[in-house]
Nanobody
Framework: QVQLVESGGGLVQTGDSLRLSCATS????????MGWFRQAPEKEREFVAA??????GYADSVKGRFTISRDNAKNTIYLQMNNLKPEDTAVYYC????????????????WGQGTQVTVSS
């Protein structure tokens, strides 16, 4: 069973920064592509960023503001979010899948519980 544990959400103001964390087991971390997705109220879940051995990918809406990274020693991935905007408000989910990363949430097999990010204007 793959377990993903997210942390780091909160309430911030426009222009502030937050860092989300997603911890998992060593096996998952080395074998799986890891992604961040978000879901705002009454909207579909959307791709934010992903990482695996071959590199990283970002949604156009967050390029230049968000950075995904990994800490191999801690089996943890991070999402550094800078210059946050009200439209970034959503529940953010960490996800994992075998193979390469994908922008489609339907292709991810495991999900964390989600962490709320709220950006006030």
């Amino acid at each position: 069973q793959v377990q993903l544990v997210e942390s780091g959400g909160g309430l911030v103001q426009t222009g502030d920064s937050l860092r989300l964390s997603c911890a998992t087991s060593r096996h998952t971390f080395s074998s799986y592509a890891m992604g961040w997705f978000r879901q705002a109220p009454e909207k579909e879940r959307e791709f934010v960023a992903a990482i695996n051995w071959s590199g990283t990918g970002y949604a156009d809406s967050v390029k230049g503001r968000f950075t995904i990274s990994r800490d191999n020693a801690k089996n943890t991935i991070y999402l550094q979010m800078n210059n946050l905007k009200p439209e970034d408000t959503a529940v953010y989910y960490c996800a994992a899948r075998l193979g390469g990363w994908s922008k489609s949430p339907r292709l991810y097999d495991y999900w964390g519980q989600g962490t709320q990010v709220t950006v006030s204007s």
